[in-house]
């Protein structure tokens, strides 16, 4: 499934930071703005695995899980 998500590249001194604005904690850095991209899918996609192995230790098991779509 295709996620879109708005990410934030700076150039701070020698470095790059990103971000994604939806997530929070999803930053990181890179030397280049290649490297800063590549870091950052890699950053957003171990933040979701992470929240969903989270969210399922909690869930019980008659929980009800499906999409949801919002326009902005």
Known sequence: MKHEFTSVIEKRGKW???????????NTQGKTLTEARRNLREALAMVIE???????????????????????
């Not at 992470?50 to 902005?72: F, M, T, W, Y």
Request: glycine share 6%; hydrophobic share 45%.
């Open 16 to 26: 790059y930071v990103a971000y994604v604005e939806e997530i929070p904690g999803v």
């Open 50 to 72: 992470a929240n969903r192995e989270l969210a399922a230790k909690g869930r019980s098991r008659d929980a009800v899980r499906e999409p949801i779509v919002v326009n902005l």
